[in-house]
């Protein structure tokens, strides 16, 4: 029987570690938790969300709601779970952070052809290899994957994590229930603020004192994940527009939308514990209940976890990886997750999902199954593995990357809604010929 190890269970990582054991190949998967921790990590479990606990849009008019769709119906364990332990968030896929990993764990180590071998991997291991040890991979690891790539073929940015709050330590007298534009259920925390409220607000958060982070710049940052003060920084009103935006959030004690809005999502099943939406920061400790008490509905607010920021590490993927996130040079060695440059929880398993596919496929001498660019997991894979892309940085699946429609379709919305449709008679046709299931 094939074996292959996996290094790493992430989201990447344990999804590939699935898809493998579901086509019978053997897995071995290292994960060096418990025995070793990272700045981001604070559980021993699998498949641990170390910023938000959100998987972002579930809809299909949006890129990754036709990602998360076609991992749904390709039989992704990732997706799965998240569905099993989703809590309320409006049209998003939100999970109980502590139930989902739980649940990714228990799936993984009951599984017979898998077997986890904890402990750090300090050396590639010889024989099929699928390296999915994240963006903080240790030091050991991070320095062997150099010598085999070269100095020059890897990159990173920073990352940043928002902080977590008590819901009951919220002001609810200064706060209420609503989703935008009354889409979806009113699972949101709405915490409004008037123009002068917000004024001080902003100005104490542009000068608030940061954490050091060795080697950090403002421009270093990945757009998607921006720190709330490195917005603040770029304009009084730039909050405004981005994560405070007020629009469709009626005040329902006046009737008219706030000057800003600070969002709570829901963080476990609960509902005992809430995120901050929009606030990955750096900020020290002190400074975030300093600033982030200025809210008026969190004057009181109880921080059970300060938001925190990392380096992360990604490869120069179009110059090193193919379609199949495998390593040109050693195709013996393959990659997931976001050290190739995919970003996003769902992105992360959709790389992991497709590695461990086409690697199975491969030691079964199966034809590749190749999933076309019209499909999102064939976009990411086909973008990241893109010579031509110049500047290349971390990529969230978006419409852009996929190849357009034969024909007009009037309205934004409709035009994506007709892009999914398309992808997913791809994907069940996918199915029907047994590929990448």
Same mark, same amino acid.
């Given at each position: 029987?094939?074996?292959?190890?996996?290094?790493?269970?992430?989201?990447?990582?344990?999804?590939?570690?699935?898809?493998?054991?579901?086509?019978?190949?053997?897995?071995?998967?290292?994960?060096?938790?418990?025995?070793?921790?990272?700045?981001?990590?604070?559980?021993?479990?699998?498949?641990?969300?170390?910023?938000?606990?959100?998987?972002?849009?579930?809809?299909?008019?949006?890129?990754?709601?036709?990602?998360?769709?076609?991992?749904?119906?390709?039989?992704?364990?990732?997706?799965?779970?998240?569905?099993?332990?989703?809590?309320?968030?409006?049209?998003?896929?939100?999970?109980?952070? #502590? &139930? !989902?990993?739980?649940?990714?764990?228990? %799936?993984? =180590?009951?599984?017979?052809?898998?077997?986890?071998?904890? $402990? *750090?991997?300090?050396?590639?291991?010889?024989?099929?290899?699928?390296?999915?040890?994240?963006?903080?991979?240790?030091?050991?690891?991070?320095?062997?994957?150099?010598?085999?790539?070269?100095?020059?073929?890897?990159?990173?940015?920073?990352?940043?994590?928002?902080?977590?709050?008590?819901?009951?330590?919220?002001?609810?007298?200064?706060?209420?229930?609503?989703?935008?534009?009354?889409?979806?259920?009113?699972?949101?925390?709405?915490?409004?603020?008037?123009?002068?409220?917000?004024?001080?607000?902003?100005?104490?958060?542009?000068?608030?004192?940061?954490?050091?982070? #060795? &080697? !950090?710049?403002?421009?270093?940052?990945? %757009?998607? =994940?921006?720190?709330?003060?490195?917005?603040?920084?770029? $304009? *009084?009103?730039?909050?405004?527009?981005?994560?405070?935006?007020?629009?469709?959030?009626?005040?329902?004690?006046?009737?008219?939308?706030?000057?800003?809005?600070?969002?709570?999502?829901?963080?476990?099943?609960?509902?005992?514990?809430?995120?901050?939406?929009?606030?990955?920061?750096?900020?020290?400790?002190?400074?975030?209940?300093?600033?982030?008490?200025?809210?008026?509905?969190?004057?009181?607010?109880?921080?059970?976890?300060?938001?925190?920021?990392?380096?992360?590490?990604?490869?120069?993927?179009?110059?090193?990886?193919?379609?199949?996130?495998?390593?040109?040079?050693?195709?013996?060695?393959?990659?997931?997750?976001?050290?190739?440059?995919?970003?996003?929880?769902?992105?992360?398993?959709?790389?992991?999902?497709?590695?461990?596919?086409?690697?199975?496929?491969?030691?079964?001498?199966?034809?590749?199954?190749?999933?076309?660019?019209?499909?999102?997991?064939?976009?990411?894979?086909?973008?990241?593995?893109?010579?031509?892309?110049?500047?290349?940085?971390?990529?969230?699946?978006?419409?852009?990357?996929?190849?357009?429609?034969?024909?007009?379709?009037?309205?934004?919305?409709?035009?994506?809604?007709?892009?999914?449709?398309?992808?997913?008679?791809?994907?069940?046709?996918?199915?029907?010929?047994?590929?990448?299931?």
């Amino acid at each position: 029987m094939s074996r292959v190890t996996v290094i790493g269970a992430g989201l990447a990582g344990s999804e590939c570690a699935w898809q493998l054991a579901q086509r019978g190949i053997a897995v071995t998967l290292c994960e060096m938790k418990p025995e070793k921790t990272t700045p981001a990590h604070t559980t021993a479990y699998f498949a641990e969300l170390c910023c938000s606990n959100s998987l972002r849009s579930d809809q299909l008019e949006n890129a990754v709601g036709l990602l998360k769709e076609e991992l749904r119906r390709l039989g992704s364990l990732i997706i799965r779970c998240a569905d099993a332990t989703r809590v309320g968030a409006g049209g998003a896929l939100a999970v109980d952070r #502590h &139930g !989902f990993a739980r649940m990714v764990t228990e %799936e993984i =180590c009951s599984h017979p052809l898998i077997t986890v071998l904890p $402990g *750090e991997v300090r050396e590639i291991p010889e024989g099929d290899v699928v390296i999915a040890s994240g963006p903080l991979t240790s030091d050991a690891l991070a320095q062997e994957i150099t010598k085999l790539l070269g100095t020059e073929n890897t990159l990173h940015f920073f990352d940043a994590a928002a902080p977590l709050v008590s819901f009951e330590s919220v002001d609810m007298s200064n706060a209420y229930f609503a989703s935008r534009y009354g889409k979806g259920e009113p699972d949101y925390v709405n915490c409004p603020m008037d123009q002068e409220e917000y004024r001080a607000f902003w100005a104490a958060l542009k000068d608030a004192q940061e954490a050091e982070v #060795h &080697g !950090f710049e403002d421009g270093q940052v990945f %757009e998607g =994940c921006m720190p709330v003060e490195v917005m603040a920084r770029r $304009g *009084e009103d730039t909050l405004r527009y981005g994560p405070l935006k007020p629009r469709g959030l009626p005040d329902p004690r006046t009737g008219r939308e706030p000057y800003a809005v600070v969002q709570l999502r829901r963080d476990n099943a609960d509902g005992s514990i809430y995120n901050l939406v929009g606030f990955q920061t750096h900020l020290k400790w002190g400074e975030q209940r300093r600033v982030f008490s200025m809210i008026p509905a969190l004057r009181q607010a109880e921080f059970l976890r300060y938001g925190v920021m990392h380096r992360n590490t990604y490869l120069d993927s179009p110059s090193l990886l193919d379609r199949y996130y495998r390593l040109k040079s050693e195709p013996r060695i393959a990659f997931a997750g976001q050290m190739t440059g995919v970003e996003g929880y769902v992105e992360s398993c959709a790389s992991g999902f497709l590695a461990g596919v086409e690697t199975a496929r491969r030691l079964l001498r199966q034809p590749p199954a190749d999933f076309p660019a019209e499909t999102a997991i064939g976009a990411l894979a086909l973008y990241v593995s893109n010579e031509s892309v110049g500047q290349f940085q971390p990529m969230n699946i978006n419409f852009g990357i996929i190849p357009p429609l034969d024909h007009r379709v009037k309205g934004k919305r409709n035009k994506n809604a007709e892009l999914s449709r398309r992808s997913l008679e791809l994907i069940e046709k996918r199915k029907a010929e047994g590929l990448g299931i």
